[in-house]
């Protein structure tokens, strides 16, 4: 996502500096230190070029190097180097490619089998909001036919408590444990989503996958149902706008007759594609074309190197939407909070109460741990009044 | 919502003064202070025991004051008046008893006439997430079988918009507006939400339904489709947990032996039912016997006073979920980003572009607005570098 750290030094910089020196030649003093004969004059200058010529290519450095984003942790071999994610491999935990719904919308399934498939992938990490968020995002992907969803876990191992919560929909889907390479991990940007990404288009590639429309959707974004029957007819690269960006509230395309000639985005920052991941869908036919087709790990281009790598151009780009002028995809953020420990005696955690399953429970799903030592003390009450847990449980 | 801010004074605070009083006592300059007689002791013994007296008096007069909200601009009168409510009464905008749904779940409309009716009653408000959370959320309730969704809107109005939107889904549903009193609009914790479930319920009275279930969904929550067919079978009023609530992480009642009887919420406070709001279910039949039953405008205490306006006792209590041990509900709460401007002139917001009709859109959901005069600077770029929109325009 696009936020203010990642802008590159702003063109205006060199500008205060300069007319400080303006101001500083119609000083008294100053005067007095300019040179006499024409010769001295002529060196002054040449002086005055030369360091001017070498402020010039320090700056040009010094913004190449924002640029690149060679500041944080990143490297120009991240961008696309493929190896590099190899340093924990992505693994397939659980396929299904079995629609169990019997009715989609107002028709049975059957009736939809004409249409081509939607790779809908789903970059999300541990927390304390990912079941629930996942759950949400599904029951609105539950009225989408011919979807197949990319679920690609931030983790090193295959979560079960995932894969039974998958099952459930009766959606066709793919778990994918795809971790983000260790040196990110303590990284002031995290490239979150990236590994995720690039394993779910490992996975298409690996299966030879080349129909359909390949989408990237957060769990925690808003789709209207609209969306997905606007991007299934995509020829090359379909965009649109995404509610909820920035300041402006919007990103997306501008259209004139029929085409898209530029981008509504606050932050540009040199990007050619100015968009949000939500904002586009590929069809896997053509990037089929492109097998080095990547996203880099660089906070904020991920979108713009990717659709630099499927070679886009503006003539090539479907706007979708009535022209880009209807909103059909959120940003919407859900607030993160941490995972807290509840300080509770294993000895009532037995079979005497619902306390036991409950928190057995909320352990497997990454929202809350009881702990003996520490916590925040497990507080029970009735009739207003807080009570020892022996009262209840004893 | 329970937060920090309303717990009342806590009853340890006035132990640290106490304990200094005592590490006095033993220092060498206090003793000096001593009655050296043993009438003038008495006298002591009986100033002190006077003036401890007084400190308490005052101390529970505090207390008191903060437990009624008393500090607030909250009056015992507001908890159940609802004459005060005329101050802006709600105005039923829309109301569609059909249902356009041919399937749902696996089965067609039809053949789940025989259940009882859910009303799941969304107080909401204008703000730039409102379309996005209520099309969300409308994917999950369209997901479930008889169901009247009633939409309380925090507005002096009718808002079109949002009667285009809900028409949309096909469920059916009443859209109300239902403004929060002005004299709250300046307090430090708004009592929000409270006017818009006051309202549902008062449409529910005018309307005299007294059959089915009354359960109170917030738009930004998730909700697993098992809820739906849990609460749907209340006799007087169910409970289950709510996942991440405050620190735990989950609030909900204590159940042993099938029978609820205690409360896992952190803040207490006093509350007979520390529950949250989207923690319980009512039969409406059950409420038509208490006709005053109200929620009271008090910022964390609307659950406690509504489930004691309805004369709640442990043992009506209908424990679900599997006797509370699993999580069919979960407070995830969206980010909120406030509404800002975006500084474009009008002249560009013709039909030359998609930009005029996708601002008109934008300014009609309550997402952003265009201006002439302030706001962020419209950017539009290509290519990586911002241009003059007349360049993309003229």
Not at 169 to 198: A, C, D, Q, Y
Request: with cysteine.
């Amino acid at each position: 996502m696009p936020t203010a750290q990642y802008r590159p030094l702003d063109t205006g910089h060199g500008r205060p500096a300069q007319s400080s020196v303006l101001r500083g030649a119609h000083g008294g003093k100053l005067r007095a230190l300019c040179p006499k004969t024409a010769n001295s004059r002529r060196i002054f200058v040449c002086v005055l070029l030369l360091m001017m010529l070498l402020v010039y290519v320090v700056w040009c450095a010094v913004a190449n190097y924002t640029d690149d984003g060679r500041a944080d942790t990143y490297t120009t071999s991240d961008l696309f180097d493929s190896k590099q994610t190899t340093e924990l491999p992505s693994i397939s935990c659980t396929e299904s490619f079995v629609d169990t719904r019997l009715y989609i919308q107002d028709k049975s399934r059957q009736e939809w089998n004409n249409l081509s498939m939607i790779y809908f992938v789903t970059p999300t990490y541990p927390r304390r909001e990912q079941v629930p968020e996942l759950t949400r995002l599904a029951y609105t992907l539950l009225h989408v036919p011919r979807i197949h969803w990319i679920v690609a876990n931030d983790y090193n191992a295959c979560n079960p408590y995932l894969d039974i919560l998958l099952n459930k929909f009766g959606i066709p889907f793919t778990h994918l444990s795809s971790p983000m390479p260790e040196r990110f991990h303590n990284s002031k940007s995290k490239p979150r989503g990236v590994s995720n990404r690039r394993a779910a288009m490992q996975w298409l590639r690996q299966r030879n996958i080349t129909s359909g429309v390949l989408y990237f959707g957060d769990d925690d974004n808003t789709y209207d149902l609209k969306l997905f029957s606007e991007i299934r007819e995509t020829k090359i690269v379909s965009m649109f706008p995404v509610g909820l960006i920035a300041s402006y509230g919007i990103s997306g395309p501008v259209v004139r007759k029929g085409k898209v000639v530029g981008f509504l985005d606050s932050w540009v920052a040199g990007r050619r594609w100015p968009v949000d991941m939500a904002g586009f869908a590929v069809s896997l036919a053509y990037m089929a074309e492109y097998p080095n087709a990547s996203m880099p790990f660089k906070p904020g281009y991920e979108e713009d190197y990717f659709l630099r790598s499927v070679a886009l151009t503006l003539d090539k780009i479907e706007p979708k939407g009535n022209n880009c002028t209807e909103i059909l995809v959120w940003h919407t953020q859900t607030k993160n909070h941490p995972r807290e420990a509840v300080k509770i005696s294993q000895e009532y955690l037995d079979n005497r109460s619902n306390l036991g399953a409950l928190f057995k429970a909320l352990n497997e799903m990454g929202v809350s741990e009881a702990c003996e030592e520490e916590g925040n003390k497990a507080i029970i009450s009735s009739n207003g009044k807080a009570k020892a847990l022996s009262y209840y449980l004893s």
